[in-house]
């Protein structure tokens, strides 16, 4: 053996007293030995590192050592690699059942000394123990009847989870749907009495009490807005239908949005600029659903964008880009691109930003304020996105932009698909 290139053994074994024996016997005779505690780290560790020997405990719970090792041998990676089974299983045939799974080897528990190590020696140098020809059939029949067991069990219990899961999805939707609803009426009254207070119909107020209630007015506007995409998630995960189309200037929505959160970019000296090409000026869609996604959007972009940035919106017709990778006529499509200078999006939450409840920015930075950057949200904004655009039959993904930011890309028809009601 050459000490200097040990021999790298990985040990799968589900028992931690098994592994210390094994580790602290072949280690000072110059192996290095890696574990794993059950078959699925085994095959992940044997495909990172160079192992020149698998050593494989056949009673392991959940995937038994069988199942472990016909898998290791239909890996392309890995079947060459010797595979031995160490066990204390000596019942009839538990070799016979361990080389046809595919183990090269077997071994039987106790560690025996100087008789263990040269059997090591011997399956490194290639040896390989066989089965008598006339056992393969019937123990290949045995093995393959073994494996369909253990599939309609793995199979029934996925059955049951998914069940479970669907459940729990229900009742969780059903929550948020008789959840927004309570919440709901109760704002309605208090922002319509607020309201009327501010009017002053009911007599002047002092500049203390006006300033409270702005706040009153302020906040339940904002917990009114968080309520709606509530309800709006609830209708989409629900599939309940919920759109109203109409002839709509997506311009105008635009503006309206930017209208909207105008003093907030102000308070932090963002710039927000609208760019149009071509003649746009009418799309089907529901008005309130797109001026709730799009403001959404750029909520979004003035919450992880710093205080002097850029948040620029572009509306025109597709690009060839966007027409290749979805097939589409480009004179029956827009294009709604919000981009921002801003933080842009972690590499690992890029493909996760529009599913529910993700929160964008370090949460030990997150705080409440709606306005200031790295403000607080519900993590739903972007979800509602998607949710609404594809119900119109759109198209919308994100992507971080060099030198830095996130570039939005929202694409939707001209005229919507005949299955939603049209309202005039």
């Given at each position: 053996?050459?000490?200097?290139?040990?021999?790298?053994?990985?040990?799968?074994?589900?028992?931690?007293t098994?592994?210390?024996?094994?580790?602290?016997?072949?280690?000072?005779?110059?192996?290095?030995?890696?574990?794993?505690?059950?078959?699925?780290?085994?095959i992940?560790?044997?495909?990172?590192?160079?192992?020149?020997?698998?050593?494989?405990?056949?009673?392991?719970?959940?995937?038994?050592?069988?199942?472990?090792a016909?898998?290791?041998?239909?890996?392309?990676?890995?079947?060459?690699?010797?595979?031995?089974?160490?066990?204390?299983?000596?019942?009839?045939?538990?070799?016979?059942?361990?080389?046809?799974?595919?183990?090269?080897?077997?071994?039987?528990?106790?560690?025996?000394?100087?008789?263990?190590?040269?059997?090591?020696?011997?399956?490194?140098s290639?040896?390989?123990d066989?089965?008598?020809?006339?056992?393969?059939?019937?123990?290949?029949?045995?093995?393959?009847?073994?494996?369909?067991?253990?599939l309609?069990?793995?199979?029934?219990?996925?059955?049951?989870?998914?069940?479970?899961?669907?459940?729990?999805d229900?009742?969780?939707?059903?929550?948020?749907?008789?959840?927004?609803?309570?919440?709901?009426?109760?704002?309605?009254?208090?922002?319509?009495?607020?309201?009327?207070?501010?009017?002053?119909?009911?007599?002047?107020?002092?500049?203390?009490?006006?300033?409270?209630?702005r706040?009153?007015?302020?906040?339940?506007?904002?917990?009114?807005?968080?309520?709606?995409?509530?309800?709006?998630?609830?209708?989409i995960?629900?599939?309940?239908?919920?759109?109203?189309?109409r002839?709509?200037?997506?311009?105008?929505?635009?503006?309206?949005?930017?209208?909207?959160?105008?003093?907030?970019?102000?308070?932090?000296?963002?710039?927000?600029?609208?760019?149009?090409?071509?003649?746009?000026?009418?799309?089907?869609?529901?008005?309130?659903?797109?001026?709730?996604?799009?403001?959404?959007?750029?909520?979004?972009?003035?919450k992880?964008?710093?205080?002097?940035?850029?948040?620029?919106?572009?509306?025109k017709?597709?690009?060839?880009?966007?027409?290749?990778?979805?097939?589409?006529?480009?004179?029956?499509?827009?294009?709604?691109?919000?981009e921002?200078?801003?933080?842009?999006?972690?590499?690992?939450?890029?493909?996760?930003?529009?599913?529910?409840?993700?929160?964008?920015?370090?949460?030990?930075?997150?705080?409440?304020?709606?306005?200031?950057?790295?403000?607080?949200?519900?993590?739903?904004?972007?979800?509602?996105?998607?949710g609404?655009?594809?119900?119109?039959?759109?198209?919308?993904?994100?992507?971080?932009?060099?030198?830095?930011?996130?570039?939005?890309?929202?694409?939707?028809?001209?005229?919507?698909?005949?299955?939603?009601?049209?309202?005039?």
């Open positions: 053996m050459d000490h200097h290139l040990p021999k790298v053994i990985l040990y799968i074994e589900d028992e931690p098994n592994r210390l024996v094994l580790k602290k016997f072949l280690e000072p005779k110059g192996y290095k030995v890696f574990e794993a505690d059950d078959g699925l780290n085994g992940e560790l044997a495909l990172k590192e160079k192992i020149d020997l698998i050593l494989l405990d056949i009673n392991m719970a959940g995937m038994n050592g069988y199942e472990i016909t898998k290791i041998k239909s890996i392309e990676r890995l079947k060459d690699i010797p595979l031995v089974a160490f066990t204390a299983n000596v019942m009839k045939k538990a070799k016979e059942r361990a080389l046809i799974a595919g183990c090269d080897g077997y071994i039987t528990k106790p560690i025996e000394g100087i008789s263990f190590i040269k059997k090591i020696e011997d399956y490194l290639g040896k390989k066989f089965i008598p020809p006339e056992m393969i059939p019937e123990l290949m029949k045995e093995h393959n009847l073994q494996l369909v067991e253990h309609e069990k793995e199979i029934r219990e996925l059955k049951r989870l998914n069940d479970d899961l669907q459940e729990l229900k009742l969780k939707s059903d929550f948020i749907s008789i959840a927004s609803h309570e919440l709901r009426t109760p704002l309605v009254t208090i922002i319509g009495y607020v309201g009327l207070l501010l009017s002053k119909r009911l007599g002047n107020l002092d500049i203390e009490h006006e300033k409270i209630l706040v009153v007015e302020r906040n339940s506007k904002r917990l009114e807005r968080i309520v709606k995409d509530i309800f709006t998630l609830s209708l995960e629900n599939k309940i239908p919920f759109m109203e189309i002839n709509c200037n997506p311009i105008a929505i635009i503006k309206t949005v930017l209208e909207d959160v105008a003093l907030i970019l102000a308070n932090r000296e963002l710039e927000a600029k609208l760019y149009v090409e071509g003649d746009i000026s009418q799309i089907e869609c529901d008005e309130d659903k797109i001026s709730q996604a799009i403001s959404n959007i750029i909520n979004n972009s003035v992880f964008t710093e205080d002097g940035g850029k948040i620029d919106v572009f509306v017709f597709p690009s060839d880009k966007v027409v290749e990778k979805y097939g589409l006529n480009p004179e029956l499509y827009i294009d709604i691109i919000i921002d200078t801003g933080i842009g999006i972690p590499r690992d939450k890029l493909n996760k930003v529009f599913d529910p409840f993700v929160e964008l920015a370090d949460i030990e930075k997150h705080h409440t304020s709606e306005t200031e950057f790295m403000g607080g949200g519900t993590g739903l904004g972007l979800s509602i996105c998607r609404i655009i594809e119900k119109h039959n759109g198209y919308i993904w994100a992507e971080n932009k060099e030198p830095k930011g996130t570039r939005l890309v929202i694409v939707l028809p001209l005229k919507v698909k005949d299955n939603f009601a049209f309202i005039t």
